[in-house]
Every structure is written in C-alpha cells, then in structure tokens.
C-alpha cells in the first residue's frame, strides 16, 4: 500500500474543490517544481502504520497527537475510524494506540501501558536516532543543549528521554541565556525538522560561549528535511514567488517558506490547498517556484499546478537536486507474520 494515495481502499475525505483562478496575463509562464518534495520515507511509514492498523485490528484506532502535520492527511485518517487525541488518558484503556511519527517520552509509553493500550510505535527512526543519543549522552553525565521549537512535539519526546540533562534552545536569539553546569561537558542535539543554515547558526553562537562544545555523532537534521531545503535554494534563485505547500503546524513547510525568501524568492506563501491561492500574488510575476512540505501527498501539489495552469503558468521545468530512496520497514506489530 502506498501511502502516496493514503486511504486506498478506504472512506476518502474530497479535498475542497478547486477554483481555477483568474491570474494576469494568458501568455506561458514557468513553473519550477523543486525536487525532492513531499513524503519523505518516515511520513510515509507513519502514515501506512495508521492505515495497516485500521485494516488490520478494525476501527476505531487512536493516535496520540496528529500522526504527521498536515491537515489532509489527518482528515482522511480520521474518515478512515482514526481517532486523534492529545493524550494518552483520553483513550479507553486497552485500545490500540498509535505513536505519532514525532515520537513520545518514555513518560508517554510507561502511561500507555499502565492502561494495557495496545501500543503501535510510528516514531520516524530519524526521530528514534536522537532519542538515543540523548540517553547516552545524558548516561555519560553531559548536558544537552536541544536546539528545537519549545512545546513541539519532537522535541518534548527527545527531551522526555533526560529531563535532568537537556535545555532546550529556541533558535539563535535564546543562546545568550543558556547556562550549564560544566562547560567542558556538553553537547548540541536537534530537532530533525530545522531550518539547516540557522541550526549551524545557533550552534556557531552556542560554540562561542561554549568552546569545548561537542557535535552529535552524526547529523540530526533529517535527509528530508536538507534535501527540500537545498531544492527550494535553487528554486528561489530563480522565482519572482514560491508556494509552499504544507500545513501552518508543520515545522519542515514554514522553513521552506523562510528558506525561500532568503535564497531570492521577492515573495513566499504557504497553502494546505489549492483554493488558497490569491489572484493579488501574481502581479508582475512570470516564475513561480513550488515545493512542498515532508507531510503533503503529492496530489496536493497537482492541485495548486492545475490552478497555476489555469492562470497561463503552463511551461513546467522540474529542479531536481538529490535522488531519494529510503524505505522504513513497518512497526513490528504490522509487518507479515512469517510462516513457521
């Protein structure tokens, strides 16, 4: 199953219905689609955890927190006897639950199965890597300065693994307020979904003030998330105005719409659909850059070219940057069983 057409096989929620809109001007324009775009192989994994889940044990089927940040594809789930809740005691106990693809604390799991839920992990492995180099950093007695969005999902789950040794740092402007024990002891972890470029900033300020600061082993910020980033880069160059698809919770989706107007872009908007796009966007425009967030199915994307089309952006240029090819095996409970 493919999670590209979420839902297959299942109730399907019509997405709102698309206006084609009146832009300037009939003659051809260009449209430069960034490549990669889209699912990356975590959203996609989480996403079929929920789908095999109801096909499997039948609805309803709870998830803590949304599975992935987009709106659509929530939606659909929910369509499908998904049920979203916050937290765990919302649940009845002893139903199936299923842990978003940010990942939760262990606080989180020990509630889970003090309530006999029948727990489906969907944590990207992205997300799970930093998880484990919190517990062993913390194990080795280091303070970990978390750089990430405070209240975000991944980030509360990486620092529930050591609450004792993690402070977290909201971007470049929070550095000059961090303290720690030992300066000769500490490490810089973060959020997958960052913007790349202000991470390196904030660690270059964090290093500053903390010279004997260590790296993590290797590069938190997932594959998906640079790949987008380094696409939009070249689009931006190139583009009078870049639409973003991508829901307004969605960390990866707002980057690139910053990441956009710093690489060039004169003008960058985020969606959830099509419908969204403004007639007042276009004016003087001749190149439209598009990409799309690590959480939106491409059909999403179709829909805004269609409007684009409709309003003589017509010439399609593809800006492809990297090749991806990352698949996730499944959570346990949902892969085939093997015949003894």
Not at 62 to 68: A, T
Not at 109 to 114: I, K, L, N
Request: charged share 25%.
């Amino acid at each position: 199953m493919s999670a590209t057409n979420i839902g297959l096989g299942m109730p399907r929620v019509p997405r709102p219905k698309i206006t084609l809109v009146e832009l300037p001007s009939p003659e051809p324009k260009r449209v430069l689609l960034a490549s990669p775009r889209g699912y990356c192989a975590g959203v996609d994994r989480a996403v079929i955890t929920v789908e095999k889940a109801l096909e499997t044990f039948g609805a309803p089927v709870y998830v803590r927190k949304e599975i992935v940040h987009n709106k659509h594809v929530v939606t659909t789930l929910e369509e499908a006897g998904a049920i979203f809740v916050d937290e765990v005691d919302e649940v009845p106990e002893g139903s199936h639950l299923v842990f978003s693809a940010h990942g939760v604390s262990p606080a989180v799991v020990a509630e889970a199965e003090a309530r006999n839920m029948q727990a489906i992990d969907a944590t990207c492995p992205l997300v799970t890597k930093v998880h484990r180099e919190a517990v062993r950093f913390a194990r080795d007695d280091f303070e970990i300065l978390l750089i990430g969005h405070e209240g975000h999902e991944e980030v509360e789950g990486t620092a529930g693994e050591a609450p004792d040794h993690v402070t977290i740092v909201d971007g470049p402007h929070a550095v000059p307020h961090i303290e720690v024990k030992d300066p000769d002891k500490v490490v810089w972890l973060s959020q997958t979904t960052l913007s790349v470029d202000e991470t390196m900033e904030t660690v270059r300020l964090l290093r500053e003030r903390f010279p004997n600061l260590q790296d993590p082993p290797s590069d938190d910020i997932c594959y998906a998330t640079q790949n987008r980033q380094v696409a939009i880069k070249k689009v931006a160059a190139e583009s009078d105005l870049v639409i973003v698809v991508g829901s307004a919770n969605s960390s990866n989706s707002v980057r690139l719409v910053e990441v956009a107007l710093e690489y060039g872009a004169k003008a960058s908007y985020r969606v959830d659909f099509a419908d969204e796009i403004k007639q007042e966007w276009f004016e003087g425009v001749s190149s439209v850059g598009v990409t799309s967030g690590a959480s939106v199915p491409e059909e999403l994307v179709q829909d805004v070219l269609e409007v684009l089309a409709s309003g003589g952006f017509t010439e399609i240029q593809e800006v492809k940057t990297a090749e991806e090819d990352l698949i996730f095996s499944l959570p346990k409970e949902l892969r085939p069983k093997r015949a003894s």
